[in-house]
């Protein structure tokens, strides 16, 4: 019995007019300011901080009269650090 032809496939390449180059990709992305990360450090430092002396404390300090949301202003804190980092690159 004869063997049948194998196919070869040909290698898909996009037109020119839809593939991004290599100028526009990199003019872009522009590398994040210095102060990113240092305020987000910053800010997981103060709200990590925040919560311990809220512990520590028995829930006397930072600030008595706030209560449970001395959690919420520690959390906060983290939290807007993990958005600032996210806009790290």
Do not use: C, H
């Amino acid at each position: 019995m004869p063997k049948s032809q194998v196919r070869k496939k040909k290698v898909y390449t996009p037109p020119t007019d839809v593939r991004p180059t290599a100028a526009t990709a990199t003019a872009t992305r522009k590398p994040s300011p210095v102060w990113l990360p240092v305020t987000a450090v910053a800010l997981i430092v103060a709200g990590i901080g925040w919560l311990v002396v809220y512990y520590l404390s028995e829930q006397e300090y930072p600030v008595a009269s706030w209560g449970y949301w001395n959690l919420a202003v520690g959390f906060g804190g983290m939290v807007a650090s993990l958005i600032l980092l996210s806009r790290w690159r």
